[in-house]
């Protein structure tokens, strides 16, 4: 069989706005591939959502927000299908058979679990959405069959327990039902360092520069980044490797010169850290711009979000019940009773 060249990915509407983490290791690569494969599949991920968010309003609005950025930032509708995971029923029905070929000892080293195991030291009160949510996701993808799943690196090791799911089960039936999946990680921009200079940038650890927040939030969050920790006043010489402001202006100044001249004058002791962080906002708000503009634009008539999600689902829904119908028929879930 033909299969056509295809790339899937997801996003969690978990809160607040994307961050240029998300951007450069994912977001940013997606709508680049969108252009560069046959189909690409692209879905907010609204049941994964439901491990932490609560509140029905924030719910909807971190979906909504998550289609505007999406938008805003260059998905392109007639290119990539854009969707919702709780619209294609086929994800949970999936999940629910994928679950039988994935062992719990296997699940326990999760990174999702594990480091939720760190932070609240009671593993009884784990909540089994985020326990299972390694086999929503091994879902999520092999409904699609793609060859790649562009994400970033936090991810890789979710997309090898997709694989090892989806041999585990092409095994017991003796068919190649699911193609495995490769991880697409950027090298450069795979794991993007917090603010805090320490973790990966996450939306919930705090330590991120949004991408869409108004020019104050964006301003404390540069002004409040950690830069060279032995550098006590502005003469002294600093390093620039492995400091995160230096890497952000790598990412986002479009100004090489600028960039090479700041390295040099922090490199001699010739620059404060405040013109440092201030020519990185400069060149956040010149590089976002026309998508900070854009989504203010879209964000007065929902209707074309609206519009594009349905289109998306429907979609979505054909390609992915077809898959599930094949493994109702190769398990046996489909037989002449039917
Ligand atoms: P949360 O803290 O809720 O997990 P997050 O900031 O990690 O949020 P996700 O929604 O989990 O964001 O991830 C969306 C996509 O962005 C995923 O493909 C993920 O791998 C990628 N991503 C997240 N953070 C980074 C980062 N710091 N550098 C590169 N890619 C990232
Ligand atoms: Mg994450």
């Given at each position: 069989m033909n299969i056509p060249k295809r790339v899937l990915s997801g996003i969690t509407p978990s809160g607040d706005s994307l961050h240029i983490g998300n951007y450069f290791g994912a977001v940013k690569p997606q709508i680049e591939l969108q252009n560069q494969v046959d189909q690409a599949y692209y879905f907010i991920a609204d049941l994964h959502a439901l491990t932490t968010v609560r509140d029905r309003a924030q719910l909807e609005q971190n979906i909504t927000g998550v289609v505007l950025d999406y938008l805003a930032l260059g998905l392109n509708p007639k290119k990539a299908v854009f969707f919702r995971q709780?619209?294609?029923?086929a994800h949970s029905q999936l999940a629910v058979i994928l679950a039988?070929?994935?062992?719990y000892g296997q699940m326990q080293r999760m990174h999702a679990f594990k480091d939720k195991l760190q932070k609240d030291?009671?593993?009884?009160?784990?909540?089994m959405g985020l326990f299972n949510y390694p086999i929503l996701m091994a879902a999520d993808i092999l409904?699609?069959?793609?060859?790649g799943v562009p994400v970033g690196e936090d991810q890789r090791q979710h997309v090898e327990l997709t694989r090892d799911i989806a041999e585990n089960f092409n095994k017991a039936y003796n068919q190649e039902v699911f193609p495995l999946p490769e991880p697409?990680?950027?090298?450069?921009?795979g794991k993007i360092i917090g603010t805090d200079g320490q973790?990966?940038?996450s939306k919930s650890l705090k330590n991120t520069i949004a991408i869409f927040e108004d020019e104050a939030v964006i301003r404390k969050q540069i002004m409040s980044s950690y830069t060279?920790?032995?550098?006590?006043?502005?003469?002294d010489p600093g390093t620039v490797e492995g400091n995160p402001i230096f890497m952000y202006h790598d990412l986002i100044n479009d100004n090489v010169a600028e960039v090479e001249d700041l390295k040099s004058r922090y490199r001699s002791g010739k620059v404060g850290d405040v013109e440092v962080k201030e020519k990185l906002l400069a060149a956040h708000l010149q590089r976002f711009g026309a998508a900070r503009q854009r989504r203010q634009e879209l964000e007065q008539d929902l209707s074309l979000a609206k519009e594009i999600l349905a289109t998306g689902a429907a979609q979505a829904n054909l390609l992915a019940q077809e898959t599930l119908e094949q493994v109702y028929k190769v398990t046996g879930l489909t037989n002449h009773l039917n």
């Open positions: 709780s619209q294609v029923p039988n070929f994935i062992s030291a009671d593993v009884g009160s784990i909540n409904l699609y069959k793609p060859f697409l990680i950027r090298t450069e921009t973790r990966k940038m060279d920790p032995n550098r006590k006043s502005a003469t």
